[in-house]
T-cell receptor
Framework: GENVEQHPSTLSVQEGDSAVIKCTYS??????FPWYKQELGKRPQLIID?????GEKKDQRIAVTLNKTAKHFSLHITETQPEDSAVYFC??????????FGAGTILRVKS | ETGVTQTPRHLVMGMTNKKSLKCEQH?????MYWYKQSAKKPLELMFV???????ENNSVPSRFSPECPNSSHLFLHLHTLQPEDSALYLC???????????FGEGSRLTVL
């Protein structure tokens, strides 16, 4: 089955700097890669996703890149703000079924 | 409010107790999921229901028993749990094949 590795486990950045979180997946048949943000005590919420027919997707300060050959995808947050502090999870699946999640990255944005 | 409601939000139970977690959705989704979230571990998929039929049991011990009586409700029945089962149990819903999951707030379970 699918296995998703996520790095780093914790990330501290200064407000205004960029943050990058990386994930690798094992199943070449996976074609859907979402990112979820979970604030302390809250539910995970989708922030951006990408499908295997595109290499990059951007939504304001957030972008995701996908390298199908290398089987890795990354989340990029620019101009970080304190409210970006949360746990971020990457995930992978085939056709949106049975998402397999990474272990999560705790992002701390220091002001 | 994402339309997925879980009760209770917190539950403390002994190893010999029987309790149930409830999930209710008002989004019209056909797929419902139970995930387990433990500290420093990935979200673990436990069960998947599509159109009220269980389509996935991810090697979950029999002390966890899911039930999906209709497309709006999902239960997780708990019996003779172990302390290591203490975790946040998240219900999620979505449309099969579209990908996005909508999570509930979770039920924080503590097994003494």
């Amino acid at each position: 089955g699918e296995n998703v590795e996520q790095h780093p486990s914790t990330l501290s950045v200064q407000e205004g700097d960029s943050a990058v979180i990386k994930c690798t997946y094992s199943d070449s048949a996976s074609n859907y890669f979402p990112w979820y943000k979970q604030e302390l005590g809250k539910r995970p919420q989708l922030i951006i996703d990408i499908r295997s027919n595109v290499g990059e997707k951007k939504d304001q300060r957030i972008a995701v890149t996908l390298n199908k050959t290398a089987k890795h995808f990354s989340l990029h947050i620019t101009e970080t703000q304190p409210e970006d502090s949360a746990v971020y999870f990457c995930a992978a699946s085939k056709n949106g079924n049975k998402l397999v999640f990474g272990a999560g990255t705790i992002l701390r944005v220091k002001s | 409010e994402t339309g997925v409601t879980q009760t209770p939000r917190h539950l403390v139970m002994g190893m010999t107790n029987k309790k149930s977690l409830k999930c209710e959705q008002h989004l019209g989704h056909n797929a419902m999921y139970w995930y387990k979230q433990s500290a420093k571990k990935p979200l673990e998929l436990m069960f998947v229901y599509n159109f009220k039929e269980q389509t996935e049991n991810n090697s979950v011990p029999s002390r966890f028993s899911p039930e999906c009586p209709n497309s709006s409700h999902l239960f997780l029945h708990l019996h003779t749990l172990q302390p290591e089962d203490s975790a946040l149990y998240l219900c999620a819903t979505g449309h099969t094949n579209t990908g996005e999951l909508f999570f509930g707030e979770g039920s924080r379970l503590t097994v003494l």
